[in-house]
């Protein structure tokens, strides 16, 4: 069936380091959203993308959506503990519903 | 604005039993939705309504799951009999109208459910 890879599952960085999460899709995407979860939170929306090669700037956080549409990326700058949390990307392939990836967890070193 | 209202947070229930979950989305957000999130896994939609329609249940099981909104406003999901494998965090979503699978969600705290 259509699904949403997301990789790696796991990182952990030491405070300060970069992080960078990938999000592959088997078919297009008519755009891409992604989503922060806190342990023990819920979703929350950060971002969409909707354009070939869109990217997206939030203060220290870097969003991509792939020229074809089928890939996106999310790379924190200098991550701080606050970036704690799984990281969720999440795109509808061809009209259908919107599906979750399986999230990367992020866990920072002080 | 206020944010999406799910009652109750935790829930713990044995096998066999029934359980409702209530959800209120926010003010004028015509499309509801119920997601499953599996603990390490990403949310996975249960049920979509546009007002009081179903857009979406396909991934429903629908011999012992049950959800509406009648009224087009708040919705209710219903577990009945409960299986182990239902433990998971149940979350409630909305979205403004007429956007399609292209308007970000607004998610609620979610309700714990265990079974034993």
């Known amino acids: 069936g259509q699904q949403v890879m997301q990789i790696p599952q796991y990182q952990h960085v030491q405070e300060g380091e970069d992080f960078t999460t990938y999000c592959n899709s088997s078919?297009?995407?008519?755009?891409i959203q992604w989503y922060k979860q806190r342990p023990g939170g819920h979703p929350v929306f950060l971002i969409q993308?909707?354009?070939?090669?869109e990217v997206k700037k939030q203060k220290r956080l870097t969003f991509q959506f792939g020229e074809a549409k089928k890939n996106s990326s999310l790379h924190i700058t200098a991550t701080q503990t606050t970036d704690v949390g799984t990281y969720f990307c999440?795109?509808?392939?061809?009209?259908?519903?919107?599906?979750f990836g399986e999230g990367t967890q992020l866990t920072v070193n002080p | 604005e206020a944010g999406v209202a799910q009652s109750p947070r935790y829930k713990i229930i044995e096998k066999r039993q029934s359980v409702a979950f209530w959800c209120n989305p926010i003010?004028?957000?015509?499309?509801l939705y119920w997601y499953q999130q599996i603990l390490g896994q990403g949310p996975k939609l249960l049920i979509q309504?546009?007002?009081?329609?179903?857009?979406?249940d396909s991934q429903l099981p629908k011999d012992r799951f049950s959800a509406e909104r009648l009224k087009g406003v708040d919705s209710t999901l219903k577990i009945q009999p409960a299986k182990l494998e239902d433990s998971a965090v149940y979350l409630c979503?909305?979205?403004?109208?007429?956007?399609?699978?292209?308007?970000?969600?607004?998610f609620g705290n979610g309700t714990r459910l265990t079974v034993t």
């Open positions: 078919t297009t995407l008519s755009n």
């Open positions: 979503a909305s979205s403004p109208s007429g956007a399609g699978y292209n308007s970000p969600l607004h």
């Open positions: 003010s004028g957000h015509a499309t």
């Open positions: 309504f546009q007002n009081n329609g179903v857009v979406d």
């Open positions: 999440a795109g509808p392939p061809s009209g259908s519903r919107l599906t």
């Open positions: 993308l909707v354009k070939s090669g």
